[in-house]
């Protein structure tokens, strides 16, 4: 057996056990909570689950990217909030310890693998979403370190979280170049909670922003300088269209099995629905596509793995996924009649959270833009 076999086989065991423990039907309604999802991600790093490519001398697990897109797939089918809350987080304690030196990395990394601390990634703006080298926040050198001021917007454990990696300009005029990344805490003066953005699409995701007023970075809270940050940035998107790919597999997954199951046993005009071709032919379709989006996720985590950062392959990926997850998932629920509104199931939530899915890490439209550029290049 394989390293990457052998890790798959037990984190697929703590995931079960978290699921159980954290993620019943009840515990995912009702209005949010911010106290509970942060209980709810505490939970998650006592399974470990928050250091999943985190390196084992630093405490994580060291597993492949091709793991991660796998837990992502397994939790969404669940709830896609909670996944994207767990996996932000876990990159957060990931990026520190692979890019701070270690004596400045302990100040968070332990915390974030224990759940005491919550950590998000910080890019989106006002009037800076897909075109990310037009982020106004600004950092200007002082003599105690960077002085921050700006806006961030639609970030994902914003809400809750207790450590923020957030990009900033640092000479203005220059675009991409000039972006760093800087380490924030959200205890420090100078940072600022907002309830913008929150939204009940992916309510578990605990979106929302905060701004900085005068933020002071200490001068080894640098943790992208200019010239790297931007580059590092897009490698990180590119991965997280990725797994948010594989998050849309794992919501069909689980919503084509919940209608295969009910059409079984749901008896109408005397006879299982199952037995009705119309409707067979309904699920068969949404099978195709799921074959179809959980090869190109496996295709691009594999890439990902083997250290090609294909971004051809992650947009097409994402793509197809999403637009396979909008498809068919309400038509999945649809073949439920109103069954498939009842929130004891999870289809209501995965036919929102399949529209947030093709916002996030890049739109649509912007990834068919670079697809239809590398096909001028081979073509």
């Known amino acids: 057996m394989t390293h990457s076999t052998r890790g798959l086989t037990q984190w697929l065991e703590q995931l079960e056990r978290f699921c159980a423990q954290a ?21 998650a790093a006592s399974f470990g689950l928050t250091g999943i490519q985190v390196a084992l001398e630093h405490g994580g697990f060291g597993a492949p990217y091709s793991i991660k897109a796998r837990l992502a797939q397994e939790l969404a089918s669940l709830d896609f909030g909670v996944s994207m809350a767990v996996i932000n987080s876990q990159n957060v304690a990931d990026d520190l310890s692979r890019w701070l030196p270690a004596d400045v990395s302990k100040r968070w990394v332990p915390g974030l693998l224990s759940g005491e601390l919550i950590g998000c990634t910080a890019l989106t703006e006002p009037g800076a979403g897909s075109d990310f080298s037009a982020v106004t926040t600004h950092a200007v050198q002082t003599s105690d370190g960077w002085r921050l001021q700006g806006e961030k917007t639609w970030i994902i454990n914003a809400k809750i979280a207790d450590v923020f990696l957030v990009y ?3 000479q203005p005029g220059t675009g991409a170049a000039g972006i760093a990344a800087f380490v924030v805490e959200a205890k420090r003066e100078g940072f600022e909670r907002s309830l913008d953005a929150f939204t009940s699409a992916a309510a578990s995701s605990s979106t929302g922003g905060f701004s900085l007023q005068g933020y002071v970075a200490r001068p080894d809270e640098m943790l992208h300088p200019p010239g790297q940050a931007f580059k590092r940035a897009l490698e990180s998107i590119n991965g997280a269209r990725v797994y948010v790919a594989a998050m849309c597999v794992g919501m069909l997954q689980a919503s084509l099995r919940i209608a295969q199951e009910y059409g079984q046993r749901r008896q109408t005009f005397g006879q299982p629905l199952a037995q009705y071709q119309g409707w067979r032919w309904m699920l068969a379709e949404a099978a195709v596509d799921l074959e179809a989006a959980g090869a190109l996720v496996q295709s691009a985590a594999q890439a990902i793995d083997q250290g090609n950062q294909s971004q051809d392959l992650a947009a097409k990926a994402k793509v197809f996924a999403t637009r396979a997850a909008q498809r068919h998932l309400p038509a999945l629920l649809h073949a439920m009649g109103a069954e498939g509104l009842r929130d004891s199931y999870p289809l209501l939530r995965h036919v929102a959270a399949a529209q947030v899915a093709t916002l996030v890490d890049g739109s649509t439209e912007m990834l068919l833009e670079r697809i239809s550029k590398n096909l001028k290049k081979t073509g």
């Open 23 to 43: 993620l019943s039907p009840d515990s995912l309604l009702g209005p949010y909570d911010a106290a509970c999802e942060r209980k709810r991600l505490a939970v």
């Open 168 to 170: 900033a300009q640092t």
